[in-house]
């Protein structure tokens, strides 16, 4: 890993190219591009767009939006678009959205006629997305002159929809099995797409392109956990063939992937996830890898949830889970003896198997609180206390305090705010109980 102490803040910046990606299809001397590859205006329509982004709209692409659109629109010998599905997969605030807008007013005026369908977790999320495409059209008078008066931008909430005198229609919807049904899609725009879990989006929209020989389906992400079935099968369906030569060859993958087991403070890590690192706009906006690196070295001390979201977020790293069941580094910084120790997940309980408690019995219950602190010290049960559950000789034992509503309280006359369990080398025999109540007996340790 680099030292990060030993690079200036502005001497690294954003990869154009990503890590992973498709290769072209054309081979030869290299072309206009750039990168190297042979692609030319006569293979790709991305040149097109990116005129069409500099000279009509004003918004010239960035480097690794330009680059991506000359790639992924790469043409078969017929016109085709060589990719029927396009995956692209970068770290959030790079751009991607705005370049999905960009390429939308290219759809809704070059390409015409099409139907064309924008999807996002959520529909306000996805309007937006449309509105900022009809923003970048409208400022410009020629093709404002394309948008019928009458008809031509429609509001009303759940029916929005986006006509130009070109035959186009654009209109945004949530990601869910009824986005793209009943009707022939020329143009898919699959925002947010780690977020699908299943496959009733995708499949709602995906297959309404069916009857259409020239249709595209883009999805455009960060990196997620496990529970991204869509994207984690696309990327896998994808590096095969990029690896292998097997699979579906118009399907494409572009991914600003570092290493899995890259430091979140390496900056060249930061860098192949973040093409737009240190490369501040005329307007400027961007981002700057010294706020990188700080945000970097909080999460590394929290640690747990928000280091996996670091990862997915910024590094776009895929981890096992969001909400990581055990947070290792939080166990270090704890330094007390592990005995019936659980770092567990706050959306069940547990409890020990034996009727009633032992002296050398550990009952763990599952809780809000990931860790509570602990103190050892010898004590006896209270004799005010008539609970007979709880051993009252006298041991070594260990208490955690914790915050219950006085409502919760138990019947059985223990307290609600301490807990005593013995600590002894067994540990105990655990059940899950998800989605039950409180036990009879539990006593909180952490």
């Not at 780690?194 to 960060?222: K, L, P």
């Not at 979201?309 to 790293?317: L, Q």
């Not at 369990?421 to 105990?428: G, M, Q, Y």
Request: proline share 8%; hydrophobic share 40%.
């Amino acid at each position: 890993m680099t030292d990060p102490l030993s690079v200036q803040a502005d001497e690294v910046l954003g990869h154009t190219v990503p890590r992973v990606y498709t290769p072209p299809l054309i081979t030869g001397p290299p072309g206009p591009c750039g990168c190297g590859c042979a692609l030319s205006p006569e293979t790709s329509d991305g040149f097109e767009v990116v005129e069409f982004a500099t000279l009509v709209l004003g918004v010239p692409p960035d480097e690794w939006q330009r680059w991506l659109l000359i790639h992924a629109l790469e043409k078969l010998p017929d016109a085709r678009p060589r990719f029927r599905r396009v995956v692209v997969v970068i770290a959030r605030q790079n751009g991607k959205t705005y370049l999905m807008s960009i390429l939308a007013c290219y759809w809704m005026f070059l390409a015409a006629p099409l139907m064309i369908l924008g999807s996002s977790t959520k529909t306000s999320t996805a309007v937006k997305a449309w509105r900022q495409a009809i923003k970048l059209a409208q400022a410009v008078p020629e093709l404002a002159a394309e948008i019928p008066v009458k008809g031509g931008v429609l509001t009303a909430s759940g029916k929005e929809q986006w006509n130009a005198a070109t035959g186009s229609r654009y209109e945004p919807v949530a990601s869910n099995d009824d986005g793209g049904r009943g009707d022939s899609l020329d143009r898919v725009i699959s925002d947010e797409l780690r977020q699908q879990h299943d496959y009733s989006a995708y499949s709602a929209s995906y297959h309404a392109m069916r009857a259409r020989q020239y249709a595209q389906w883009w999805g455009i992400t960060s990196m997620g956990d496990d529970s991204a079935v869509v994207l984690n099968e696309l990327m896998e369906a994808g590096e095969k063939f990029i690896n292998t030569g097997e699979g579906d060859p118009r399907l494409g993958l572009f991914g600003w992937l570092p290493p899995e087991t890259a430091d979140p403070l390496d900056p060249e890590a930061l860098a192949m996830a973040n093409p737009s690192l240190n490369r501040i706009r005329p307007d400027g906006s961007g981002f700057l890898l010294e706020d990188l690196l700080n945000e970097a070295r909080v999460v590394l001390a929290k640690g747990g949830e928000a280091l996996a979201d670091f990862k997915t977020e910024a590094m776009n790293i895929r981890v096992r889970s969001m909400n990581p069941a055990l947070d290792v580094a939080a166990w270090a910084r704890l330094a007390v003896d592990p005995v019936a120790l659980a770092t567990i997940r706050p959306s069940a309980f547990t409890r020990v198997t034996s009727a009633l408690p032992t002296e050398t019995d550990s009952p763990i219950m599952r809780d809000s609180a990931p860790f509570v602190k602990t103190t050892s010290f010898s004590t006896m049960r209270p004799s005010k206390c008539s609970c007979s559950r709880y051993a009252s000789a006298a041991s070594i034992m260990r208490s955690s305090y914790w915050a219950v509503p006085a409502m919760t309280a138990s019947s059985d006359g223990y307290s609600s705010s301490i807990r005593v369990s013995v600590r002894k080398p067994r540990l105990p025999k655990l059940t899950p109980r998800i989605g039950t109540s409180r036990p009879d007996w539990a006593i909180r340790v952490a």
